[in-house]
């Protein structure tokens, strides 16, 4: 254990997010994601589990190391529903909350059709799976800086 460190932040997942660059994407996917064959195509090749957990609740633990990237309109980015791209089900809806809480203000997310958001999934840093059963539980992060103060 570390101090106040959230505990699902495991060794990989940490290291992942440490390496990653201002401007990669982390995606973040419920457990119907084909998370295995798309995390073979990313940067890292690797796919970081987080079995036992919903979104909502692995967001509140990553966003609480991750920075967001405030320099694009849409740092964090939905799956579409198939046939009804402004309908956002309640696990978009408490992504949602948990990336306001984490920023403390709103921050919109932008939507993206699915199988283009497989294709930009591809060219992401890594691949975080969890179990959340809910369908369109599946994000892009894209991670910002952390600037020194002068």
Avoid: W
């Amino acid at each position: 254990m570390l101090k106040n460190l959230d505990p699902l932040l495991n060794a990989d997942l940490l290291q992942v997010l440490r390496a990653m660059g201002h401007g990669d994407d982390l995606v973040l996917a419920d457990a119907n994601f084909p998370a295995d064959s798309i995390a073979r195509a990313t940067v890292t090749g690797k796919l970081i589990r987080l079995d036992g957990v919903d979104v909502p609740r692995a967001a509140e633990a990553i966003l609480s190391v991750l920075p967001l990237d405030g320099f694009v309109d849409y740092p964090v980015r939905r799956m579409e529903v198939v046939g009804r791209p402004d309908y956002r089900p309640p696990v978009q809806e408490q992504m949602q909350q948990a990336i306001d809480r984490a920023e403390g203000a709103a921050c919109p997310m932008g939507s993206i059709e699915r199988f283009a958001f497989y294709e930009e999934a591809k060219k992401a840093y890594a691949v975080v799976a969890t179990s959340e059963q809910r369908g369109y539980g599946c994000f892009l992060l894209k991670k910002g800086v952390i600037l020194a103060a002068d």
